[in-house]
């Protein structure tokens, strides 16, 4: 049998807490079936956490710390990761960071904005201050900083495989400035060539379509269930309910098959580039 493969703790905050929890349970003695008796939760779900392929809840930590006798370690570093989570994101999308660092593909549709992933600092700048414009510049500057840490994905050898779709008003009515758009169109190119990703366009064309209505971003794992994460201006959830994820797989699909190829695609998105550079040039 060959042996057990630590998690790497320094890949992220659920590393860490299942590198360290794996460590202590075993200092303890105890099997995964001692550990988790008298809580709420299974087998399965512990030995996700000590792979690293999700977040500690708060209760369970509690539950963890007394009965490894930990003094509250597990809960004093989950109330610190949620805090340091929290920094630039909504509080309901804490956890989407490192589920996308963990996931082993990520396919998302896109609607309305580029996705976050994808966005540059002047366009995620722009949309926050559009979108909110009573948001203090501080908070504008958290949230930016924010999101260029979850770009940071792509520098890694083992990144998710990407597949995105957008509606082509995403890349050509906006209210921000040409410039800002072009070179947030042009960094959406590098990135998707460099890193060998898909994009695709949907075109305005085509006004009916699968998942019309909201963003959708669909993550698969090597050892765990999938997961959709949905949301809209104002809130969002994370989809686990297997009839659920299916059926956004399904759409997913179908919404593919709608959309402009990926040569084409990106063809589009560079000729959108071109015409966003020209009125930038023209503006000058």
């Not at 977040?55 to 340091?84: N, S, W, Y």
């Not at 630039?88 to 580029?114: C, M, R, S």
Request: aromatic residues 8%; contains cysteine; charged residues 30%.
């Amino acid at each position: 049998m060959p042996a057990k493969k630590d998690p790497d703790a320094s890949v992220s905050v659920p590393c860490f807490f299942g590198a360290e929890l794996r460590y202590r349970r075993e200092q303890a003695g105890l099997t995964l079936e001692q550990l988790v008796e008298g809580s709420f939760r299974g087998i399965s779900f512990l030995s996700q956490i000590e792979r690293g392929e999700r977040g500690m809840p708060i209760d369970f930590a509690k539950h963890v710390d007394e009965r490894l006798g930990t003094d509250r370690f597990f809960q004093r570093r989950c109330e610190d990761a949620a805090k340091a989570r929290r920094v630039g994101h909504p509080l309901y999308f804490q956890d989407v960071p490192d589920l996308e660092k963990q996931a082993q593909t990520l396919e998302e549709w896109q609607p309305n904005v580029i996705p976050g992933l994808l966005q540059t600092a002047a366009y995620t700048r722009g949309v926050v201050t559009y979108e909110a414009p009573e948001t203090p510049p501080e908070v504008v500057e958290e949230r930016v900083r924010a999101r260029l840490a979850r770009a940071e994905l792509w520098k890694r050898e083992d990144r998710p495989t990407y597949w995105g779709i957008l509606r082509e008003s995403v890349i050509r009515r906006t209210p921000l400035p040409p410039a800002v758009m072009a070179e947030q169109l042009e960094h959406v190119l590098d990135v998707i060539r460099s890193t060998r990703s898909v994009l695709q366009i949907v075109p305005e064309t085509t006004p009916w379509h699968p998942l019309a209505h909201g963003m959708a971003k669909i993550m698969t794992f090597a050892d765990a269930p999938p997961l959709v994460w949905a949301d809209t201006n104002y809130d969002g959830r994370i989809i686990d309910f297997p009839a659920l994820v299916n059926r956004h797989r399904r759409d997913y699909d179908l919404l593919r098959a709608v959309a402009l190829p990926p040569d084409a695609s990106l063809a589009l998105i560079e000729k959108a580039a071109r015409t966003h550079r020209h009125e930038a040039q023209q503006g000058d």
